[in-house]
């Protein structure tokens, strides 16, 4: 293997939001630095896809004001003149008829406590159960880390959990509440209500989730010098102690640093090949993982929902999207089924059925399904999380499934991913 030189070359495997994050940090650092990817398109799991002509996401994804990495990232990469892509919206969680939670603009804890209290659906003796609980996560100091969500809320009233507290679970974890991680729950309750009261906002993306990130990082690590390679899949690692080689179909090159960001399913048989890589390989490789199905439904381009984004009851879908209303694709619903296993062939067809209960949208003009197999791992009690920093001192990992405080979420892969170009850079 040739030895690199001593001018710092990193190479960064995966050109997924978390890569994107790791390569851009980098490049800006002045550091030279190569993107590979598998795939045609980055983004990885939250990328732009055609369908007949028309430019859709791979699934759905609504961030948080408390993801400030992320929204720091996008924001940076925002030319001046350009409209935002993000619309930014007070937390409303709206189930109709049977459900309504709208937070007003308080200083947090407050904005979660007046909504519940004024949550339409509820009584009081399950708005004060949901404010006490509430109140009780972001002040317990006790680690929930061995509980699952539902041990976590056993002593709700069951129109709470059925209402709020499970179906958050499922669209933030995108996890069963039985084997959800209470301790990760937690950290997401209190990033939106223990911070600022913007935190709580819901930003629904307003283009594509490729251009929302890694197209514009893509673009910035090129005009700094970098290179991204589209199509090229790494499929052997190699690492001695001064180098660190990677092998595609079109041959291999050296590399002074890697930073593998790929999807936490494929990161074992890279992993697998650095014995000081061998135990993170074994840790990742006994994850379990969750299906994400998203449905697009084109109706008539005068429909629209009553607002961008409505909960669903009854049925497999949790969620459905107007994307007319966020991306301009006038009549065209989205709707959502997380922790999707076991959904049944005509399940975008019963989603339908669930809106169907709240507004008639009329005659479909067609339909497109979308199903990530594996669009998140589980998001389980204990589970092992490896850090940004592995045994090998040129090897570094990027992901949502590194060690942090979110399950697999936009935030997460982004924070990964500076964490590890920093870490990174402080070798240099």
């Given at each position: 293997?040739?030895?690199?030189?001593?001018?710092?070359?990193?190479?960064?495997?995966?050109?997924?939001w978390?890569?994107?994050?790791?390569?851009?940090t980098?490049?800006?650092?002045?550091?030279?630095?190569?993107?590979?990817?598998a795939?045609?398109?980055?983004?990885?799991?939250?990328?732009?896809?055609?369908?007949?002509?028309?430019?859709?996401?791979?699934?759905?994804?609504?961030?948080?004001?408390?993801?400030?990495?992320?929204?720091?990232?996008?924001?940076?990469?925002?030319?001046?003149?350009?409209?935002?892509?993000?619309?930014?919206?007070?937390?409303?969680?709206?189930?109709?008829?049977?459900?309504?939670?709208?937070?007003?603009?308080?200083?947090?804890?407050?904005?979660?406590?007046a909504g519940?209290l004024?949550?339409?659906?509820?009584?009081?003796?399950?708005?004060l159960?949901?404010?006490?609980?509430?109140?009780?996560?972001?002040?317990?100091?006790?680690?929930?880390?061995?509980?699952?969500?539902?041990q976590?809320?056993?002593?709700?009233?069951?129109?709470?959990?059925?209402?709020?507290w499970h179906?958050?679970?499922?669209?933030?974890?995108?996890?069963?509440?039985?084997?959800?991680?209470?301790?990760?729950?937690?950290?997401?309750?209190?990033?939106?209500?223990?911070?600022?009261?913007?935190?709580?906002?819901?930003?629904?993306?307003?283009?594509?989730?490729t251009?929302?990130?890694?197209a514009?990082?893509a673009?910035?690590l090129?005009?700094?010098?970098?290179?991204?390679?589209?199509?090229?899949?790494?499929?052997?690692?190699?690492?001695?102690a001064?180098?660190?080689?990677?092998?595609?179909?079109?041959?291999?090159?050296?590399?002074?640093?890697?930073i593998?960001?790929?999807?936490?399913?494929?990161?074992?048989?890279?992993?697998?090949?650095?014995?000081?890589?061998?135990?993170?390989?074994?840790?990742?490789?006994?994850?379990?993982?969750?299906?994400?199905?998203?449905?697009?439904?084109?109706?008539?381009?005068?429909?629209?929902?009553?607002?961008?984004?409505?909960?669903l009851?009854?049925?497999?879908?949790?969620?459905?999207?107007?994307?007319?209303q966020?991306?301009?694709?006038?009549?065209?619903?989205?709707?959502?089924?997380?922790?999707?296993?076991?959904?049944p062939?005509?399940?975008?067809?019963?989603?339908?059925?669930?809106?169907?209960?709240v507004?008639?949208?009329?005659?479909?003009?067609?339909?497109?399904?979308?199903?990530?197999?594996?669009?998140?791992?589980?998001?389980?009690?204990?589970m092992?999380?490896?850090?940004?920093?592995?045994?090998?001192?040129?090897?570094?990992?990027?992901?949502?499934?590194?060690?942090?405080?979110y399950?697999?979420?936009?935030?997460?892969?982004?924070?990964?991913?500076v964490q590890?170009?920093?870490?990174?850079?402080?070798?240099?």
């Amino acid at each position: 293997m040739k030895v690199v030189s001593n001018t710092p070359r990193v190479a960064v495997v995966g050109g997924g939001w978390a890569g994107c994050a790791a390569a851009l940090t980098l490049a800006e650092a002045g550091v030279a630095v190569t993107l590979y990817e598998a795939g045609r398109t980055l983004g990885g799991r939250a990328r732009a896809v055609e369908l007949d002509g028309l430019l859709l996401d791979n699934g759905q994804h609504i961030l948080l004001g408390a993801y400030e990495q992320t929204l720091q990232l996008i924001d940076r990469l925002r030319p001046a003149a350009a409209s935002d892509g993000l619309w930014r919206l007070p937390l409303t969680l709206e189930q109709p008829p049977d459900f309504r939670l709208a937070c007003p603009r308080l200083p947090a804890p407050l904005n979660l406590l007046a909504g519940l209290l004024g949550a339409h659906g509820l009584g009081w003796g399950d708005k004060l159960a949901a404010a006490r609980w509430a109140r009780a996560q972001l002040n317990d100091a006790a680690s929930p880390d061995h509980l699952s969500v539902s041990q976590l809320t056993r002593n709700q009233p069951d129109k709470l959990n059925r209402l709020l507290w499970h179906p958050l679970c499922v669209s933030a974890l995108n996890t069963p509440p039985e084997i959800a991680s209470a301790q990760v729950f937690r950290d997401v309750i209190r990033a939106a209500f223990g911070g600022r009261s913007n935190h709580s906002d819901l930003l629904l993306p307003r283009r594509d989730l490729t251009a929302l990130f890694p197209a514009p990082a893509a673009a910035r690590l090129v005009e700094l010098g970098g290179e991204t390679r589209l199509a090229s899949r790494v499929a052997t690692l190699d690492a001695t102690a001064d180098v660190v080689a990677l092998g595609t179909r079109d041959g291999s090159a050296a590399y002074s640093h890697v930073i593998l960001a790929v999807a936490p399913q494929h990161l074992p048989a890279l992993a697998a090949q650095v014995p000081a890589l061998e135990a993170v390989a074994r840790t990742v490789a006994n994850y379990d993982y969750q299906p994400i199905a998203t449905g697009y439904v084109q109706y008539d381009d005068r429909f629209r929902l009553p607002r961008p984004l409505l909960a669903l009851a009854g049925g497999p879908a949790q969620f459905v999207f107007d994307r007319g209303q966020s991306h301009g694709q006038t009549g065209l619903l989205a709707f959502v089924a997380s922790a999707a296993a076991n959904l049944p062939a005509d399940w975008l067809e019963q989603a339908e059925t669930q809106l169907q209960r709240v507004v008639q949208p009329g005659a479909a003009r067609w339909r497109k399904r979308i199903v990530e197999k594996q669009a998140t791992y589980a998001c389980t009690p204990g589970m092992r999380r490896p850090a940004t920093r592995t045994a090998h001192p040129r090897i570094f990992l990027a992901g949502d499934y590194t060690a942090g405080p979110y399950p697999a979420t936009l935030e997460s892969a982004t924070r990964s991913g500076v964490q590890s170009a920093r870490a990174l850079l402080e070798q240099l």
